[in-house]
């Protein structure tokens, strides 16, 4: 072979070698994210912030991210333990009793390695009353017709805790354990006095209870809740302002927030750009024109509530940034 030739063949395979490399560099990287029904909230922030993070709009690059429909908290835990989802979003509440192997997961043993991303947004524990129930405090209740949700859902744990705090068990209220909706229409026609609800306001169902026949917000406030605030670090003191439901006052409450898990397998630096990308300029844009959710998913909100620990590569952007010390 001449020396030209044997040139430009090494030019030509050195140029096939620097092409491997690039696409090594650029295949893809897959991550879920399950959410919850395609009817609630999850979902459509779970798909607006796939899109924002995703390489192909000009996010994390080769990264291809998916927002999944799921049965929320508990199932998106158990997928990211068995390793068939890379991140998804729970209650912080589930969370730590996940991480811990409590409360929901008493018996199940402790998801140690589950990691926070982010905190997204606060999901507010109502206790709705029937407005002529004279339910002032949570103390009241004593007694009284109180749906607390279905066994097995993160409002039941949250609602004994809340009793607890009172010095209230549900041996001391007449206890029922209705989802939302059933507990509503009971509320309604008066075979119930109160009932629990976690979740974003305004709610829909409460929305439409306080302007068919009117309703009470109870505060769930006071030392006894200090108290419990310092034992549960996953909830937070939260308001529900005034006339976000029809004659209802500002009311004082607490919350558990919406958190973006994963597992602490995942890479550190994947992580830590993908939380880079999610509070860029571009990013804050998309999600506060795309859901009323996305305008409360801020930086300065990210490590509120945590409950159990960030993910490292996420802890190393916040320590970066100034929010997290």
Do not use: C
């Not at 092409?19 to 607006?48: D, E, K, N, S």
């Not at 508990?74 to 998804?88: F, Q, R």
């Not at 949700?149 to 068990?169: H, M, N």
């Not at 801020?298 to 010390?325: C, M, R, S, W």
């Amino acid at each position: 072979m001449s020396k030209t030739r044997r040139l430009a063949f090494a030019a030509v395979a050195g140029a096939v070698a620097i092409g491997a490399t690039v696409a090594v560099a650029q295949t893809p990287a897959f991550f879920r994210i399950g959410t919850g029904g395609t009817a609630g909230t999850y979902y459509p922030v779970g798909g607006l912030i796939a899109n924002v993070i995703s390489g192909a709009n000009g996010g994390v690059p080769a990264l291809v991210a998916t927002a999944v429909a799921s049965n929320g908290s508990v199932a998106n835990i158990n997928a990211i333990k068995g390793g068939s989802s890379e991140s998804g979003f729970s209650q912080s509440d589930v969370a730590y009793w996940a991480h811990t192997g409590t409360g929901l997961f008493e018996g199940k043993g402790k998801v140690e390695d589950l990691r926070v991303i982010a905190t997204l947004y606060p999901e507010t524990i109502h206790l709705v009353a029937r407005k002529d129930a004279n339910i002032k405090s949570v103390a009241d209740l004593k007694g009284k017709r109180v749906s607390l949700d279905e066994p097995g859902s993160g409002t039941l744990v949250d609602s004994r805790i809340v009793l607890g705090a009172f010095g209230l068990t549900e041996k001391d209220v007449k206890a029922e354990y209705l989802k939302p909706g059933p507990a509503g229409d009971r509320l309604r026609d008066g075979a119930l006095d109160a009932y629990f609800f976690v979740g974003g306001y305004p709610t829909g169902a409460i929305s439409e209870l306080a302007t068919s026949s009117g309703i009470s917000l109870v505060p769930i406030t006071g030392p006894e809740i200090d108290k419990m605030l310092a034992q549960y670090q996953f909830f937070a003191k939260d308001t529900v302002p005034a006339n976000t439901y029809k004659d209802v006052p500002e009311t004082p409450t607490i919350s558990v927030n919406a958190q973006w898990l994963t597992s602490a397998k995942q890479p550190d630096d994947l992580v830590y750009n993908i939380v880079k990308t999610l509070y860029n300029e571009k990013s804050r844009a998309a999600l506060e024109a795309g859901h009323a959710k996305g305008k409360l998913v801020t930086l300065q909100t990210a490590t509120n509530g945590l409950g159990i620990p960030l993910h490292p590569g996420a802890e190393k952007f916040y320590k970066e940034q100034g929010v997290l010390k």
